[in-house]
């Protein structure tokens, strides 16, 4: 269980990474899918990302690898992290089913 711990956890904060992506304009959607959000850019997402759910999903994998004993707490913390983002991404921007 460790292992898949550690590579759930490293996956999430490799692609978490994605938010410097947002930051730099690298890999930004349209800003009129910003439209009904309070958001004018996508900076205060890419932080989101990179720094909360990226710092979370890389200090539990860093936690998980050392076997230290706030691994599983790091770890759920993690969790509730991408969790809270995705929730609020979607009532936020929107998403419909299957929309990738």
């Known amino acids: 269980m460790r292992i898949v711990s550690l590579a759930l956890l490293t996956f999430l904060a490799v692609t978490a990474a994605g938010g410097l992506g ?9 800003l009129d899918v910003l439209a009904a959000s309070p958001f004018r850019t996508y900076t205060i997402p890419g932080l989101a ?33 991408i969790l809270a983002f995705e929730i609020v991404e979607i009532a936020i921007i929107g998403s419909s089913a299957g929309a990738g």
């Open 22 to 30: 947002l930051l730099t304009g690298i890999l930004s959607p349209p």
């Open 49 to 81: 990302l990179l720094v909360c759910v990226g710092g979370s999903a890389a200090a539990g994998a860093i936690l998980v690898a050392m076997r230290h004993q706030l691994a599983w707490a790091a770890s759920m913390i993690a969790a509730g992290t």
